[in-house]
Structures are given as C-alpha cells and as structure tokens.
C-alpha cells in the first residue's frame, strides 16, 4: 500500500525558515517523480514543485523559486521542502505527491497518491 | 495555462447526475486529471488523460473532452460522492488546477 506521510509544518515568522519532509512506502521511490502542492486556507490546490526521480530536474511555481528547494534522498524514501524567506501568503497545507509520468514525451504527470497534509503557518 | 472551472457549487439529490466543466486558457490534448477532496482523507485521482478512469474509481465517474473543453460527468449520485472536484492540467509546467467544484446534497 502506497503511504506518504509528511512532517515539520508549524508556525513560524516571516522571513524565516522551515524545512517539511514526506516519508514514503509502499513502491519503489526512486522509480517516480514527486512533487509537492499546497492549499491556502479556504482556497483550491496549486502546485508548489517537483522533483523528478533521481533528483536531477526540479520545476517551480514562479511565486517560490528562489525561495523554496525541493530535494530528495532515494536512500531513504523522503522527499523534502526548503523553505526559505517566508511569506505570509505562504501559509498552507503542503501536500506531498506522487506523481506519475503523463505521457512518453511529457515531462510532466498527474498525482496519483497523496499525503494527508502538513500545516505550515507563518505569522508574527 | 489557466483552468477555468465551473460551477464553483452544485447541488444536487443522491441518484442525480451532475457534470462538471473545465476550460484550459490553451490546447492541452487530452492531458487533464480529476481529482476528489473530502475531509479527512487523502485527496483522490479519479480519472486521467482525459477519460481514463484510475484504478478503483466507480464506473458512474466519466471524463471527456480534449483540447480546451473538458467534462466530468458522474451519473446516478452517491451518498460518498459528495466532496470537492479538481480539475488539474499536465500538458506543462507550471501544473495548474482549476478553481474546484463543491457538490452538496440538495
């Protein structure tokens, strides 16, 4: 059975950092890209970022690059989320994704699997 | 590429059918996924490349469309059925959703 569990939300300042980890099991983790997405209280899913297989691409929603970094272990099945300079309008529940390949030329996919959420405040 | 999604809410009476709309601001083949959000559980892919049905989504679950104009159709309503719908399009980063449809019970 295919599990993602995330961690390391909370509340944190503006201008700080906090750093959100996503353990799977239950498939071969270093065979799928992954991705992050998240959901702003009341508001609908948007994608943050995504990291291919075996970590060598990375892709990000212009609001985060340069702020965010998505990263990898295969050794030990855990996606991760750097973030950085915070922002209020970055408070929300990040979901991590599995997501599979759309097609045999696209780089991109869809999310098969997701994880319950993590919450992730930033307020002074 | 922008997703426009319509209605934002739909009530409807269990064994109804209702259908969904989702418009790309651009041609996408047949690259769109339907996603189910329900409270307290894991959000749900229902269906992919357009029409696919993922693996354990109830056969009263139809997508079509392709290019700019897509529907999700769901046929004779169920108690479980209602939640939240997501369209989200894969032909391009960045991977955008649509604006979500809440269905309720009338």
């Known amino acids: 059975e295919v599990q993602l569990v995330e961690s390391g939300g909370g509340l944190v300042q503006p201008g700080r950092s906090m750093k959100l980890s996503c353990a799977a099991s239950?498939?071969?983790?270093?065979?799928?890209?992954m991705a992050w997405v998240c959901q702003a209280p009341k508001k609908g899913l948007e994608w943050v970022a995504t990291i291919s297989y075996d970590g060598s691409s990375t892709y990000y929603r212009d609001s985060v690059k340069g702020r965010f970094t998505i990263s990898r272990d295969n050794a030990k099945s855990t996606l991760y989320l750097q973030m950085d300079s915070l922002r209020s309008e970055d408070t929300a529940t990040y979901y991590c994704?599995?997501?599979?390949?759309?097609?045999?030329?696209?780089?991109?996919?869809?999310?098969?699997?997701w994880g319950p959420g993590t919450m992730a405040t930033v307020s002074s | 590429v922008q997703m426009t999604q319509s209605p934002s809410y739909l009530a409807a009476s269990p064994g109804e059918s209702v259908s969904i709309s989702c418009k790309a601001s651009?041609?996408?083949?047949?690259?769109l996924a339907w996603y189910q959000e329900k409270p307290g559980k894991a959000n749900k892919l229902l269906i992919h490349?357009?029409?696919t049905l993922q693996s354990g989504t109830p056969s009263r679950f139809s997508g079509s469309g392709s290019g700019t104009d897509f529907t999700l159709t769901i046929r004779s309503l169920e108690s479980e059925d209602f939640a939240v719908y997501y369209c989200?399009?894969?032909?391009?980063?960045?991977?955008?959703f649509g604006s979500g449809t809440k269905l309720e019970i009338k």
């Open positions: 239950g498939f071969t983790f270093n065979n799928y890209d």
């Open positions: 994704a599995r997501q599979t390949e759309g097609g045999l030329y696209l780089l991109t996919g869809y999310f098969d699997f």
């Open positions: 490349s357009g029409s």
């Open positions: 989200q399009q894969y032909n391009e980063y960045p991977l955008t």
């Open positions: 651009k041609s996408i083949s047949n690259n």
